[in-house]
Protein backbone atom coordinates (compact mmCIF):
# COMPACT_ATOMS: atom_id res chain seq x y z
CA UNK A 1 0.00 0.00 0.00
CA UNK A 2 1.00 3.55 -0.57
CA UNK A 3 1.66 5.57 2.44
CA UNK A 4 0.79 8.85 2.60
CA UNK A 5 2.22 10.97 5.17
CA UNK A 6 0.77 14.79 5.29
CA UNK A 7 2.08 17.47 7.47
CA UNK A 8 1.44 19.75 9.58
CA UNK A 9 -1.44 17.64 11.64
CA UNK A 10 -2.62 21.06 12.39
CA UNK A 11 -1.92 24.92 12.07
CA UNK A 12 -3.22 28.40 13.39
CA UNK A 13 -3.03 31.18 11.00
CA UNK A 14 -4.08 34.82 11.22
CA UNK A 15 -6.76 35.79 8.05
CA UNK A 16 -4.74 36.61 5.21
CA UNK A 17 -1.62 34.50 5.74
CA UNK A 18 -0.28 32.08 3.12
CA UNK A 19 -1.03 28.80 4.29
CA UNK A 20 1.23 25.64 3.35
CA UNK A 21 0.29 21.48 3.49
CA UNK A 22 2.83 19.19 2.35
CA UNK A 23 1.97 15.52 1.24
CA UNK A 24 4.61 12.82 0.83
CA UNK A 25 3.95 9.95 -1.08
CA UNK A 26 5.54 6.04 -0.14
CA UNK A 27 6.44 5.95 -3.69
CA UNK A 28 5.70 7.47 -7.10
CA UNK A 29 2.39 8.45 -7.47
CA UNK A 30 2.67 10.21 -10.65
CA UNK A 31 0.50 12.81 -10.01
CA UNK A 32 -2.59 10.88 -9.07
CA UNK A 33 -3.41 13.00 -6.24
CA UNK A 34 -6.20 14.93 -4.66
CA UNK A 35 -6.54 17.53 -2.37
CA UNK A 36 -10.19 17.65 -0.21
CA UNK A 37 -11.65 19.83 2.11
CA UNK A 38 -13.58 18.66 4.82
CA UNK A 39 -15.73 21.31 7.25
CA UNK A 40 -16.71 20.01 10.52
CA UNK A 41 -19.31 17.55 9.94
CA UNK A 42 -19.38 17.59 6.55
CA UNK A 43 -18.29 15.58 3.26
CA UNK A 44 -15.19 15.91 1.97
CA UNK A 45 -14.99 18.54 -0.71
CA UNK A 46 -12.63 17.81 -3.86
CA UNK A 47 -10.45 20.96 -4.67
CA UNK A 48 -7.63 20.16 -6.72
CA UNK A 49 -7.17 16.93 -9.22
CA UNK A 50 -4.00 15.73 -10.89
CA UNK A 51 -1.67 17.69 -8.24
CA UNK A 52 -2.25 20.69 -9.41
CA UNK A 53 -4.94 21.04 -11.49
CA UNK A 54 -8.07 23.74 -9.83
CA UNK A 55 -11.72 21.85 -9.58
CA UNK A 56 -14.47 24.27 -11.38
CA UNK A 57 -15.67 26.62 -9.07
CA UNK A 58 -13.53 26.35 -6.31
CA UNK A 59 -11.09 29.52 -5.53
CA UNK A 60 -8.33 30.72 -7.05
CA UNK A 61 -6.46 30.97 -3.45
CA UNK A 62 -6.36 27.30 -3.41
CA UNK A 63 -3.58 25.55 -5.39
CA UNK A 64 -1.59 22.53 -5.64
CA UNK A 65 1.51 21.96 -6.41
CA UNK A 66 4.29 18.77 -6.54
CA UNK A 67 5.40 15.71 -8.76
CA UNK A 68 6.58 12.51 -7.89
CA UNK A 69 6.66 11.44 -4.43
CA UNK A 70 6.48 15.49 -2.39
CA UNK A 71 3.45 17.37 -3.19
CA UNK A 72 2.16 20.90 -1.54
CA UNK A 73 -1.11 22.22 -1.40
CA UNK A 74 -1.11 26.03 -0.72
CA UNK A 75 -3.80 28.53 0.58
CA UNK A 76 -2.97 32.45 -0.46
CA UNK A 77 -4.60 34.34 0.95
CA UNK A 78 -6.42 32.52 4.43
CA UNK A 79 -9.58 33.63 4.79
CA UNK A 80 -12.47 32.88 7.55
CA UNK A 81 -14.63 30.56 5.38
CA UNK A 82 -11.25 28.31 4.81
CA UNK A 83 -11.31 26.63 8.36
CA UNK A 84 -11.65 23.00 7.71
CA UNK A 85 -9.82 20.12 7.72
CA UNK A 86 -7.75 19.48 4.54
CA UNK A 87 -6.70 15.46 3.76
CA UNK A 88 -4.58 14.57 0.23
CA UNK A 89 -5.52 11.07 -1.54
CA UNK A 90 -3.66 9.11 -3.79
CA UNK A 91 -4.92 7.32 -6.36
CA UNK A 92 -2.29 6.13 -8.22
CA UNK A 93 -2.89 2.11 -6.92
CA UNK A 94 -5.05 0.47 -4.93
CA UNK A 95 -6.31 0.98 -1.95
CA UNK A 96 -7.04 4.74 -2.41
CA UNK A 97 -4.62 6.18 0.70
CA UNK A 98 -5.56 9.51 2.49
CA UNK A 99 -2.76 11.81 4.62
CA UNK A 100 -3.31 12.33 7.85
CA UNK A 101 -5.03 15.46 7.28
CA UNK A 102 -4.38 19.13 8.44
CA UNK A 103 -6.37 21.27 10.46
CA UNK A 104 -7.03 24.58 9.82
CA UNK A 105 -7.68 27.12 12.33
CA UNK A 106 -7.78 31.15 12.06
CA UNK A 107 -5.37 32.72 15.05
CA UNK B 1 -26.50 18.42 -10.33
CA UNK B 2 -24.79 15.28 -9.04
CA UNK B 3 -26.32 14.05 -5.73
CA UNK B 4 -25.45 11.21 -3.55
CA UNK B 5 -27.54 10.14 -0.46
CA UNK B 6 -26.76 7.29 1.61
CA UNK B 7 -29.05 5.81 4.16
CA UNK B 8 -29.00 2.51 6.34
CA UNK B 9 -26.81 3.60 8.87
CA UNK B 10 -27.86 2.87 12.70
CA UNK B 11 -27.01 0.71 15.50
CA UNK B 12 -25.89 -2.94 15.68
CA UNK B 13 -24.49 -5.32 17.65
CA UNK B 14 -21.09 -6.85 16.86
CA UNK B 15 -20.87 -9.92 14.43
CA UNK B 16 -24.35 -8.44 13.35
CA UNK B 17 -25.14 -7.34 9.76
CA UNK B 18 -25.98 -4.01 8.01
CA UNK B 19 -26.69 -2.64 4.36
CA UNK B 20 -26.16 0.49 3.37
CA UNK B 21 -27.94 2.55 0.38
CA UNK B 22 -26.39 5.18 -1.80
CA UNK B 23 -29.51 7.11 -4.08
CA UNK B 24 -27.48 8.68 -6.73
CA UNK B 25 -29.02 11.27 -9.08
CA UNK B 26 -27.74 14.02 -11.83
CA UNK B 27 -25.37 12.21 -13.96
CA UNK B 28 -25.42 8.98 -15.96
CA UNK B 29 -25.16 6.45 -12.93
CA UNK B 30 -23.68 3.74 -15.25
CA UNK B 31 -20.58 5.60 -16.65
CA UNK B 32 -19.19 5.65 -13.16
CA UNK B 33 -16.78 3.77 -10.90
CA UNK B 34 -18.18 4.11 -6.99
CA UNK B 35 -16.62 3.87 -3.76
CA UNK B 36 -17.20 3.28 -0.19
CA UNK B 37 -14.93 5.22 1.99
CA UNK B 38 -15.34 5.93 5.87
CA UNK B 39 -14.16 7.93 8.65
CA UNK B 40 -14.19 6.79 12.46
CA UNK B 41 -15.26 9.45 14.98
CA UNK B 42 -12.85 11.83 14.93
CA UNK B 43 -10.51 10.56 12.61
CA UNK B 44 -9.20 10.70 9.19
CA UNK B 45 -10.84 8.99 6.17
CA UNK B 46 -10.13 5.38 5.22
CA UNK B 47 -11.42 3.85 1.81
CA UNK B 48 -13.45 0.39 1.52
CA UNK B 49 -14.18 -0.55 -1.35
CA UNK B 50 -14.79 0.11 -5.13
CA UNK B 51 -16.90 -1.33 -7.82
CA UNK B 52 -16.61 -0.50 -11.68
CA UNK B 53 -19.27 1.16 -13.71
CA UNK B 54 -20.56 -2.58 -14.71
CA UNK B 55 -20.17 -4.20 -11.33
CA UNK B 56 -17.77 -6.96 -13.30
CA UNK B 57 -14.59 -5.26 -10.64
CA UNK B 58 -14.61 -4.78 -7.19
CA UNK B 59 -11.84 -4.30 -4.80
CA UNK B 60 -11.80 -4.28 -0.78
CA UNK B 61 -9.50 -2.66 1.94
CA UNK B 62 -7.69 -5.28 3.76
CA UNK B 63 -9.90 -4.56 6.48
CA UNK B 64 -13.31 -5.40 5.40
CA UNK B 65 -12.35 -8.21 2.69
CA UNK B 66 -14.41 -11.33 3.24
CA UNK B 67 -16.94 -9.51 5.62
CA UNK B 68 -18.62 -6.59 3.26
CA UNK B 69 -19.46 -6.91 -0.31
CA UNK B 70 -19.88 -3.86 -2.65
CA UNK B 71 -22.53 -4.05 -5.40
CA UNK B 72 -24.45 -2.08 -7.37
CA UNK B 73 -27.92 -1.93 -9.13
CA UNK B 74 -27.36 0.39 -12.55
CA UNK B 75 -31.22 0.23 -13.39
CA UNK B 76 -32.50 1.64 -10.11
CA UNK B 77 -28.83 4.23 -9.92
CA UNK B 78 -27.80 2.99 -6.76
CA UNK B 79 -25.08 1.70 -4.91
CA UNK B 80 -24.65 -0.89 -1.93
CA UNK B 81 -22.82 -1.93 0.81
CA UNK B 82 -23.49 -5.32 2.93
CA UNK B 83 -21.70 -5.29 5.84
CA UNK B 84 -21.76 -8.88 7.66
CA UNK B 85 -19.37 -10.03 10.74
CA UNK B 86 -19.57 -6.34 11.99
CA UNK B 87 -17.04 -5.29 14.69
CA UNK B 88 -16.60 -2.32 16.57
CA UNK B 89 -13.85 -1.10 14.90
CA UNK B 90 -16.30 -0.62 11.93
CA UNK B 91 -18.25 2.10 14.07
CA UNK B 92 -17.85 4.84 11.38
CA UNK B 93 -19.35 7.86 9.25
CA UNK B 94 -19.94 5.39 5.45
CA UNK B 95 -19.71 7.97 2.71
CA UNK B 96 -20.43 6.67 -1.07
CA UNK B 97 -18.05 8.35 -3.40
CA UNK B 98 -18.34 8.87 -7.29
CA UNK B 99 -15.29 7.63 -9.24
CA UNK B 100 -13.82 10.50 -11.60
CA UNK B 101 -13.70 8.27 -14.36
CA UNK B 102 -14.80 4.70 -15.18
CA UNK B 103 -11.91 3.02 -13.71
CA UNK B 104 -11.48 1.51 -10.66
CA UNK B 105 -8.20 3.20 -10.32
CA UNK B 106 -9.06 6.83 -10.41
CA UNK B 107 -10.01 9.60 -7.38
CA UNK B 108 -13.04 10.76 -6.31
CA UNK B 109 -15.02 13.83 -6.85
CA UNK B 110 -18.63 14.01 -5.18
CA UNK B 111 -19.35 12.57 -1.87
CA UNK B 112 -22.66 12.00 0.16
CA UNK B 113 -23.01 13.56 3.20
CA UNK B 114 -22.93 10.06 5.05
CA UNK B 115 -24.61 7.45 7.08
CA UNK B 116 -23.16 7.04 10.54
CA UNK B 117 -22.99 3.31 11.93
CA UNK B 118 -22.18 2.37 15.22
CA UNK B 119 -21.42 -1.19 16.20
CA UNK B 120 -21.69 -1.74 19.66
CA UNK B 121 -23.17 -4.13 22.56
Known amino acids: DIQMTQSPSSLSASVGDRVTITCQASQDINNYLNWYQQKRGKAPKLLIY???NLETGVPSRFSGSGSGTDFTFTIRSLQPEDIATYYC?????????FGGGTKVEIK | QVQLVESGGGVVQPGKSLRLSCAAS????????LHWVRQAPGKGLEWVAVISYDGSDKYYADSVKGRFTISRDNSKNTLYLQMNSLRLEDTAVYYCARGITIIVVAGTDYWGQGTLVTVSS
Open chain 1, 89 to 97: QQYDNLPLT
Open chain 1, 50 to 52: DAS
Open chain 2, 26 to 33: GFTFSSYA
